[in-house]
């Protein structure tokens, strides 16, 4: 399995230099989309219901203090991913990947998975609640 790193370091050879929020993002939309393709896990590590969206503590953790990072920033091995790793994500390249970073936010806000992780917490107070992949794969798995 793939680690949060080797998919984000993947994202940005493919995308280039983009904000952290934006990463995160597009790394939470791979985990959730391929999860519900695959049935499988993408990422071995966690996102978490943060304030702005679903955050990942361990990437965030490699690229705090940053706004924006390029794939020479991020220790991960691009090479780690299977053929049908990197078709999820490139699939949700596509898709979202011309988003700006407020619209991926605004967007997990309105989703199911985020709001179930938050519960009934306020939209200011700060949660390390984790977003099961399974309520990813339940929601998105009914958008198909």
């Not at 309105?110 to 399974?134: F, H, Q, T, Y």
Request: hydrophobic share 35%; with cysteine.
């Amino acid at each position: 399995m793939a680690t949060v790193f080797d998919v984000a370091k993947y994202i940005l050879e493919k995308q280039g230099k983009m904000s952290t929020w934006k990463l995160q993002k597009l790394c939470y939309y791979s985990q959730a989309w391929h999860y519900t393709w695959t049935d499988e896990r993408l990422i071995e590590e966690d996102f978490q219901a943060w304030r702005n969206g679903p955050v990942c503590p361990e990437l965030f953790n490699a690229h705090k203090g940053k706004f924006m990072v390029d794939a020479d920033a991020i220790k991960g091995n691009s090479a780690n991913l299977t053929a049908d790793e990197k078709e999820s994500v490139d699939v949700v390249l596509k898709d979202y990947g011309t988003m700006q970073p407020f619209e991926l936010s605004s967007q997990t806000h309105s989703e199911l998975p985020w709001k179930k992780a938050r519960g009934n917490l306020s939209p200011l107070e700060n949660s390390d609640a984790i977003i099961s992949v399974e309520s990813m794969g339940e929601y998105y798995g009914n958008l198909i």
